[in-house]
């Protein structure tokens, strides 16, 4: 699943090649918007919070999509298509005036709304590091207020703090050195906050670094704990445990992973 720093590093690599272009032909072809027309709107900003994407128009209005676990977005080249066998599986498409094309694939979220209602969207999210109004503060307050929650609960909700899924909150906890059953009540929250975010924004800002945890690329050592059930910590070299956390409700599986000696159950 797409976390924030892919949303973030998604919206940048797009931002060159969107933001003042005249949509000349499109439309969605999912949501309660299903059927509009894109045609005529011009693309002014591509803006992020947590895992949401807000692509806004000059008519004043914003189009808001999540990518979840399967969705994707792809530019394609003037005269170029997807393949065909993809065609179904398009939610939005929009030609430009350059003649590229956007293509929202299989992207289960799609709303569009007037730019000043955004928050009727996201308005229930966190505190983001990656934004600019980022308050560390109000997302340790947040977080606080929740006392008996687990700090992988509490990690993978996006009110208390928005841009953190599953590979974050697994290797957040093993840099905090916090079983993920840990309730909050026992946990250094500042600490935690601060690890997280700086986390995030080292992932979007360092070449190479994207979602490497551990400071080594080499391929199965990049993460402390994510994808390692069963193998060697890399810091300690205690087997790392593993267990699925029941279904969610879009459907995925997620999966908790930790050291049981780097990350010693509370008491």
């Known amino acids: 699943m797409p976390e924030g720093d892919s949303v973030y590093l998604l919206a940048a690599r797009l931002r060159p ?5 005249l949509v000349a032909d499109g439309e969605l072809r999912s949501g309660d918007a299903a059927g509009t027309r894109l045609a005529g709107r011009r693309i002014t900003e ?23 676990l399967q969705g994707s977005w792809t530019l394609t080249g003037a005269g170029r298509a997807l393949p065909r066998r993809l065609h179904p599986q398009v939610r939005v498409r929009a030609r430009l ?20 209602a955004e928050r009727t969207l996201i308005g229930h999210l966190g505190p983001d590091p990656l934004r600019d109004d980022w308050d560390a503060e109000e997302a340790r307050r ?9 700090v992988r609960a509490a990690l993978l909700d996006q009110r208390p703090m928005a841009g953190l899924g599953n590979l974050w909150a697994n290797e957040v906890g093993f840099l905090r ?14 600490r935690l906050v601060d690890v997280a975010a700086r986390a ?4 979007v800002r360092t070449p190479g670094a994207y979602q490497v945890t551990t400071g080594r690329t080499r391929r ?3 993460h402390w704990v994510v994808g390692r059930a069963g193998r060697p910590c890399l810091r300690c070299g205690t087997p790392v445990s593993a ?23 509370a008491p």
């Not at 050195?177 to 500042?190: I, Q, R, S």
């Not at 267990?243 to 010693?264: K, N, S």
């Open 17 to 21: 090649a969107l933001v003042g272009r």
């Open 46 to 68: 591509l803006d992020t919070h947590g895992k949401h994407l807000l692509t806004r128009f000059d008519d004043g209005t914003t189009l808001h999509t999540h990518l979840r």
């Open 97 to 116: 005036d350059d003649g590229r094309t956007l293509w929202g694939v299989d992207v289960p979220v799609v709303d569009l709304v007037p730019t000043e």
């Open 142 to 150: 947040r977080l606080a207020a929740r006392p008996d929650v687990t």
């Open 177 to 190: 050195g916090v079983h993920p059953a840990t309730p909050l009540a026992h946990v250094d929250l500042g």
């Open 200 to 203: 995030l924004r080292f992932s």
């Open 220 to 222: 199965g050592e990049t």
């Open 243 to 265: 267990l699925d956390d029941p279904p969610a409700q879009d459907g995925g599986t997620r999966r908790a992973w930790w050291c049981p000696r780097c990350q010693p159950a």
